[in-house]
């Protein structure tokens, strides 16, 4: 899947895991082990998975450290 977006600005207030993937350059198993292991802050609506913008970037500031 490509990163259709191109800066932080353009991002939605939630992103499915299908979405952050491209972002983050890893794969689906990976970015699922981010969301399970608690790595990266995420919220379910459902059955579905969603990760916060916010949490996004504090995931990005935190790898920064």
């Known amino acids: 899947m490509e990163n259709k977006y191109c800066s932080l600005d353009d991002l939605p207030v939630t992103l499915r895991v299908e979405e952050l993937m491209p972002i983050l350059g890893i794969g689906r198993n990976t970015a699922y ?4 292991s608690g790595k990266l802050r995420s ?3 459902g059955r579905q998975v969603r990760i916060p913008k916010n ?7 935190d790898t920064e450290k």
């Not at 082990?33 to 399970?36: A, N």
């Open 55 to 61: 949490a996004l970037i504090e995931f990005l500031e």
């Open 43 to 45: 919220i379910r609506v």
């Open 33 to 36: 082990e981010l969301v399970r």
